[in-house]
Each structure stands twice: as C-alpha cells, then as structure tokens.
C-alpha cells in the first residue's frame, strides 16, 4: 500500500510560481512512475505530468510544456511539480498519482492551487 500526500499550494498572482509537493511511503518508490493531475470545477481530471522511476524520462500536457517541471528526490520519497509562469487557467485541485506498473493505484488527497488574474 502506498500513501501519497500534496503540499505546496496557494494562491498566486498570475505570472507567479509554486512548487508543489507530494510525499509518498513505502520501500518500492523508487520502481514507480510518479504523475501530476490537476481538475478545474466542472471540468474532467487533466494529465499534468509524469516521470519514470528513475526520473530520466519526463512526459508533460500541451497545456503546461515549457512552464512545468517535474522532478522526483527517490531517498527523500518525494517528487515535485515547478510551476513557472502561472495564469489563471491553471487554477484546479492538484493530485499527485503513483504507478507501479500500468496504471495510476494510488491518488494522493489533491492541493488547490488558485492563480489570480
């Protein structure tokens, strides 16, 4: 079983940053892809990001390329979100999701990131 916990949001001007966090348990994170998903009222869970278990190989939506970074600290169980140039858009729940092998088991409780214009 794995337990994932987000940190970071807030709100923030538009143009701004934040780092979110999210803090997993369990010896076996290191073999995980770990992702970022995020979903705006009304609207359907939107893939953000995502990284491998080794975290060389990185994949982002279109909708964030360029301004999102996503990273992952594998002694410290932990895999970050750099957001950069945030607009308004971007506000939504931030989730944090674990894949152990093809699928997404294991959804953190979300962050509310709220970007104003």
């Known amino acids: 079983q794995v337990q994932l916990e987000e940190s970071g949001g807030g709100l923030v001007q538009a143009g701004g940053s934040l780092r979110l966090s999210c803090a997993a348990s369990?010896?076996?994170?290191?073999?995980?892809?770990m992702g970022w998903f995020r979903q705006a009222p009304g609207k359907e869970r939107e893939f953000v990001a995502r990284?491998?278990?080794?975290?060389?190989?990185?994949d982002y939506g279109d909708s964030v390329k360029g301004r999102f970074t996503i990273s992952r600290h594998n002694a410290k169980n932990t895999v970050f979100l750099q957001m950069n140039s945030l607009k308004p858009e971007d506000t939504a729940v931030y989730y944090c999701a674990a894949s152990p092998v093809a699928g997404w088991d294991y959804w953190g409780q979300g962050t509310q990131v709220t970007v104003s214009s």
């Open positions: 369990g010896r076996t994170f290191s073999s995980f892809t």
């Open positions: 990284i491998n278990g080794r975290g060389v190989i990185t």
